[in-house]
């Protein structure tokens, strides 16, 4: 029953994000600036003026409240905070309801299959062709995709009640997937694991009963390891032009023409070196150390990976095998026809291949689409596509490749005129042949887009605190906000401007205003939004780690997204072995549980509106058209300090948390009978009086 021992040399996926695999050693910002700049308008104002006193390295060691110089509109926050010490339960204010609605294991309804088959086991039992037709586990990123709602007059337009939802699958545990762990591992375990990986696709619908998934549905598919995919744009000389699958698949996007953005993230971890030892038993090459300068080292590619294991018995995962060529076919954005369960997803590689967090659209002031992306690692870059051509509302055929063509930019973020004041002006780099300096560099667009973390580096972007979610203020045009998680490793002597803390321990959430509000432009002038930290921690007063919150505290920003009234909605990743714990400076013992909160991006004001449960992380949102119905993420509840659980634990499976069988929902033994193993679970918020959400 025991799992395959970690091995000392092995990166666990939950703290890959934190290494830095970025060698460059170009200057930042602070010393490219060569002259001041203009300071932004509106912080020109008095909260400019008093935002002076507590930006900065200097001015931090003094928590004062947040930034409260946003534009838009200025949203009510209709609802008391919930503590910040939840239980194994969601917990979401009074007057509100919490259903659990689509959790790991749950049939997706496929179209020929009785309703409700094949079902979860419990048991782990499940063979990889029934996963394949169930959730795919840790849910992530996702989008509701309304169908066009019946009826004339004011019932017009798109459903509130019905619609696709499409979803992310990140990675998995492979002591809960597998009853044994990893021990006795095969090609068929391999396979599982790759079948719980991706995307899913359901059709769900609001009855007297709330929101069920429609089973079975046409619509209704599974996205996985070894789905055929299609590659487009620019690189297709190096990835060709068909291939197998997506994985790692973290936060999101969709696109005005009803497609699905799925980003691929820490694609490094499933891949390694294998050779046998003297038994013929497939191992770790030990001896596999790519070469410094090469495009593996630049990605962080190994030969253990994250311990998944998969090159063990596929070649395609073999670094020294077909791996060698299969890894440049991942780490893309990919887009996903969710109406037509026959189309083909496609890799669009002009929007560069990076550790993908997310992909967010908006329109540039001449109709074209700008699609916003972080690159989620300590020391990465944050990156912008701009469509060559212009969005067809009234031709959906004409946009179905619009991600094809474009330019790929990447950002620098410069100094303002005020040293220390964290606020300042930046451009936007474009990574094309035209630049001397990459046109030596690379023989083709391809081979530079297959490399765009070097291309960065090249032209001297800004090194950040491991950009993730990118969310676009609809009430307030060209205004954009990035979650900066967190990044422990930057020194003192790295700090700049847009990243001022070393040790950043809690992270923080920069925005930048576009020139002209027009998300094309190639300028923009920026500052922080809010720095996180605790301040109730008594070892944080008066250090950087209080952080300058106007709320409620919190840490590790990571899932970041606007309603349409303007309301910004911040969830949290504390990794699971860092929930609760830790009393000195930067420690998150007041903060046992993930949680989601909303702002103001006017006011400042930050209130705590959700806990999740034990050992979860709080991520992907979305919501029907009226705000009425969010649905919420819940991924990895009951992980404890590693990735997998594991099975020879006298508490297994429930040695951190029983979710979802702690909200009432599958399985209601005991706690420790296989069937109250955590699942990956997709929550439906509703308000009791059926108003919006938030307000």
């Known amino acids: 029953m025991d799992r395959q021992p970690t091995q000392a040399h092995e990166t666990r996926a939950e703290d890959s994000e934190d290494i830095a695999v970025n060698p460059s050693r170009h200057p930042d910002f602070a010393s ?345 690692q300590a020391g990465e870059y944050i990156y912008k596509f701009v469509t060559k051509n212009k969005y067809s509302p009234t031709n959906r055929a004409a946009n179905l490749n619009l991600l094809d063509e474009g330019t790929l930019y990447v950002a620098r973020f410069d100094a303002g005129a005020a040293v220390g004041d964290n606020m300042g002006t930046g451009q936007w780099l474009p990574l094309t042949l035209d630049n001397p300096t990459l046109g030596a560099a690379f023989a083709t667009l391809g081979d530079l887009l297959v490399n765009t973390r070097k291309a960065a580096d090249l032209v001297a972007a800004t090194r950040m605190d491991r950009p993730e979610w990118i969310a676009v203020n609809p009430t307030a045009p060209g205004e954009i906000y990035c979650t900066l998680t967190n990044n422990s490793g930057r020194t003192a002597a790295a700090v700049d401007e847009s990243n001022p803390r070393a040790n950043n321990r809690y992270g923080h959430i920069i925005r930048w205003q576009e020139a002209g509000a027009d998300p094309a432009a190639l300028s923009f002038e920026w500052d922080l939004f809010v720095l996180a930290g605790d301040p109730t921690l008594a070892a944080n007063a008066g250090t950087a780690q209080a952080g300058n919150i106007n709320g409620d505290y919190f840490g590790s920003p990571d899932g970041l997204w606007f309603d349409k009234s303007g309301r910004l909605w911040i969830q949290t990743d504390i990794s699971s072995g860092t929930l609760g714990t830790g009393t000195g400076a930067g420690g998150y013992i007041n903060m046992p549980n993930n949680m989601m909160l909303a702002a103001n991006t006017v006011t400042g004001e930050i209130r705590r509106f959700l806990t999740g449960p034990k050992g979860c992380e709080v991520t992907g949102i979305s919501a029907t058209p009226d705000n009425r119905t969010f649905f919420v993420n819940i991924q990895h509840p009951g992980e404890g300090s590693g990735d997998n659980s594991n099975p020879a634990d006298p508490l297994y499976p429930n040695k951190v948390g029983a979710w979802p069988s702690s909200q009432g929902y599958g399985f209601q033994g005991p706690v420790g009978d296989d069937k109250t193993r955590p699942r990956s679970g997709t929550i439906v918020i509703t308000r009791a009086d059926g108003g919006v959400i938030g307000a």
């Open 32 to 376: 490219v600036v060569a002259a001041a700049q203009s300071r932004r308008g509106f912080l020109k104002s008095g909260a400019g003026a008093a935002a002076l006193t507590f930006f900065g390295v200097p001015a931090l060691t003094t928590p004062t409240p947040a930034q409260a110089a946003g534009a838009g509109a200025s949203v009510t926050l209709g609802f008391s905070s919930v503590p910040a010490a939840g239980n194994d339960t969601v917990v979401v204010p009074s007057g509100y309801n919490v259903q659990v609605l689509y959790a790991w294991g749950d049939p997706i309804g496929k179209a020929g299959m009785p309703a409700g088959t094949p079902a979860w086991s419990g048991d782990a039992s499940e063979t990889a062709a029934e996963q394949e037709l169930q959730s795919g586990a840790h849910h992530d990123g996702m989008h509701f995709f309304p169908f066009p709602a019946r009826g004339a007059g004011a019932t017009a337009g798109l459903s509130n009640v019905r619609g696709l939802l499409v979803m992310n699958h990140e990675y998995v545990d492979q002591g809960l997937l597998f009853n044994d762990g990893m021990a006795n591992w095969d090609l068929g375990k391999v396979r599982k694991s790759q079948a719980a990986h991706g995307v899913s696709v359901v059709e769900v619908q609001k009855n007297a009963a709330g929101w069920q998934v429609v089973r079975p549905s046409s619509y209704a598919r599974r996205i996985t390891t070894n789905t055929p995919v299609r590659f487009s744009g620019p690189a297709v000389n190096v990835t060709g032009t068909t291939g197998f699958g997506t994985l790692n698949n973290c936060a999101n996007g969709y696109t005005p023409w009803g497609t699905y953005l799925t980003c691929e993230e820490n694609v490094n971890g499933y891949f390694g070196a294998k050779t046998l030892d003297a038994a013929g038993n497939p191992v770790n090459d030990t001896t596999y150390v790519p070469a410094a300068t090469s495009i593996e080292a630049r990605y962080g590619f190994n030969a253990a990976g994250f311990g998944y294991n998969w090159h063990h018995h596929d070649d395609r995962f073999d670094l020294k095998g077909g791996g060698a060529t299969e890894q440049l076919r991942f780490g893309w954005v990919v887009e996903i026809d969710p109406f037509n369960p026959n189309a083909t997803p496609i890799k669009r590689t002009a929007l560069g291949r990076i550790k993908h967090e997310g992909a967010e659209y908006t329109y540039a002031a001449d109709g074209r689409i700008v699609i916003y992306m972080g690159d989620d």
